[in-house]
């Protein structure tokens, strides 16, 4: 018999870290441009999406935030990025604490779907579609690497882990 105590699972989830999590979604039109969101809460673009609640998954915040801020209703794909943030990342937005941030696919938006966005006005100002040349002058270097980084990997047909918006190893 062993005299090992008895370890209480609930205690020990309570004492264990917790993460913000974020989930977006890539749209392009048929171009390749990327569809970007004006918030009206920050100075720079994003693309739809947002903070995951509490017991919801990164999927289905994705979707609901998709349906509250541009009023479409869409299957979502794969997911492209994972991207952990640290705590105090340099960039022009810095927050306290660390987080995982994750980018799924949402298609190629057809003509129709484009026409039926309606935006949410008291999150939103105005969207965009936007060249992945032009990211760089809507959102922040951050956003445009993992931007980048998940246009590649929906081409590759497979996500990418990055840290802080860069592959490890890459800096």
Known sequence: M?????LDLEAYDRALPRKRMAAGVLFL????????????YKATW???GGVVDADEAPG????REVQEELGLTLP???????DWIPPGAGS????????????FDGGILAVEQVAA?????????GWAFVGADALDDFVHDRMARRL???????????????ENGFEPGSV
């Not at 062993?2 to 008895?6: G, I, K, Y």
């Open 148 to 162: 980048r980084a998940a246009i590649g990997a929906r081409q590759a047909g497979a996500a990418v882990y990055l």
């Open 92 to 103: 022009s937005i810095s927050v306290a604490s660390e987080g995982l941030m994750m980018v």
């Open 117 to 125: 966005i309606v935006l949410q006005n008291t999150e939103l100002r």
């Open 29 to 40: 039109d048929a171009g390749g441009r990327v569809l970007l969101v004006d918030p009206v």
């Open 2 to 6: 062993s005299d090992a105590v008895p």
């Open 46 to 48: 994003d693309i739809p």
């Open 76 to 82: 979502l794909g794969p997911l492209l990025v994972v």
């Open 60 to 63: 289905q915040a994705a979707v």
